[in-house]
């Protein structure tokens, strides 16, 4: 499930796209993204610490993108704020390690249907940009054929 944080994030992130290059102080990207202000600064200054977000200290300061909108995707910023996308830690590819309850990765009657999950929610939000989601302020996701059945 996605986090609050990572909401916020996302809804923030969108509104410094539709900027284009230019800066949004702290109290308007607040009330733009609906969230708490001191909450989102918090956030805003992860997001700079990874380089997605720029910050400019004092009377004509704000926010702005620290990258093109086009090369910031919802995975991305969902993996800084919440973690990997995964559903359980054998299943992840950027924090991976054994299930403590599983006795064996090979025989576990879970991780194939994990592992689909992970890849499906991968490759949709690896190809949604900010970009995307701030074109005409519709959101449109892509569709996604259904997973195959692995072959055996």
Known sequence: MLSH????????LV??????????????????????????????????????VRSRRGKFGGYSLGRPA???????????????????????????RKCDDCPDLETCSLREAL?????????????YSLADAAKAGAVEIPVMPPPQPAAM
């Open 15 to 52: 509104e410094l796209a539709r900027e284009d290059g230019g800066q949004v102080t702290a109290a308007d990207l607040s009330t733009r993204a609906d969230a708490p202000r001191k909450f989102l600064e918090a956030i805003l200054l992860e997001l700079s610490r990874r380089g997605i």
């Open 115 to 127: 592992l689909r999950a992970r890849d499906a929610t991968s490759a949709v939000l690896d190809s």
């Open 5 to 12: 944080k990572a909401r916020y994030a996302l809804r923030a």
């Open 70 to 96: 086009e090369s910031v995707t919802f995975a991305e910023v969902i993996r800084v704020i919440d973690g990997p996308l995964a559903l359980a830690p054998c299943v992840s590819r950027t924090a991976f």
